[in-house]
């Protein structure tokens, strides 16, 4: 066991380390500067347990995702399961619920099997990753918009009854549009990974930011944290993602040559 944890430290880099404990104490210090209130019955205290859990295995996720591990796959099934009772006890999000337990648990297991199939050729812990077409980003874009319009259109029109916004329709209708236009990136994000392409990335930048303006809306400043550890490493990931597909196809090239 000690020898296992021990490679389990040494597969992370010091930066990497660094992010990950900031991410973790930076939350714990917003827990206690801003407490949650009891909604919906039920207590503050068990919410911001459910925060920071999903805060923990959430950044978890994100790094081995960054190193092209499969096993990040096996992580975001804790986080689909916790992301899951935080909608259900606030009562909200309805339209990212439904993502993620019809579409998120799914592709997790899948992708685990797809990036089980793709490893590097010399380096048998990466997976081998890639990037979109010009048309494909394009076409990404258009349906991003229509599923927003759409989505959030129908979500306006459902009453749950949760007591996050203190009846503040307006507040509540922009958060239904915003979480409408998070959902479809989520699906893109998830198809993405499926398929190993650099652009999940972006997806995951973008669905932050929106993310981190739902959170402010819906007075979740703890999960900010979150959110800046999602920018941070979501733009470390790119990097690296990007770094390796032109090392990788600098390789494929000069096998060609010489082949």
């Known amino acids: ?27 714990v210090i917003f827990a206690f500067i801003f407490p949650e209130e009891d909604t919906n019955g039920v207590k503050g205290s068990i919410i911001m347990i459910l925060y920071l ?7 978890l996720c994100e790094l081995l995702i960054s190193k092209q591990s499969k096993w990040n796959f096996i992580v975001s099934l804790f986080v689909e399961a916790i992301e899951i009772a935080i909608c259900v006890i606030l009562a909200y999000r309805f339209a990212t619920m439904a993502t993620t337990i019809f579409f998120w648990i799914p592709i997790d297991i899948i992708s685990f099997i797809n990036w089980h199939r793709h490893p590097d050729e010399e380096k048998k812990e990466l997976t081998q990753v890639r ?12 349906g991003i918009f229509v599923w927003t319009i ?24 922009v958060v239904c549009y915003l979480d409408a236009c998070c959902s479809i990136l989520a699906i893109m994000n998830g198809v993405f990974i499926l398929f190993r392409f650099r652009e999940q990335w972006i997806a995951w930048i973008t669905s932050s930011i929106i993310e981190g303006v739902i959170n402010v809306l819906s007075g979740q400043m703890v999960l900010l944290v979150l959110k800046l550890g999602y920018l941070t490493n979501s733009t470390y990931g790119y990097i690296k993602w990007t770094k390796y597909i032109k090392e990788h196809n ?4 000069t096998k060609k040559l010489f082949n």
Do not use: P, Q, R
């Not at 296992?4 to 930076?26: A, D, P």
């Open 150 to 173: 759409v989505i959030g259109y129908f979500l306006t029109y459902l009453d749950f009854g949760t007591e996050l916004f203190h009846g503040n329709k307006t507040i509540e209708m």
């Open 53 to 59: 859990l999903d805060i923990f295995t959430n950044i």
């Open 131 to 142: 990037k979109l077409s010009g048309l494909a980003e394009v076409l990404c874009i258009v």
């Open 250 to 253: 600098i390789k494929i090239e």
């Open 1 to 27: 066991m000690k020898n296992k944890l021990k490679e389990l430290w040494n597969f992370f880099t010091t930066y990497e380390k660094c992010w990950f404990f900031s991410i973790l104490i930076l939350s």
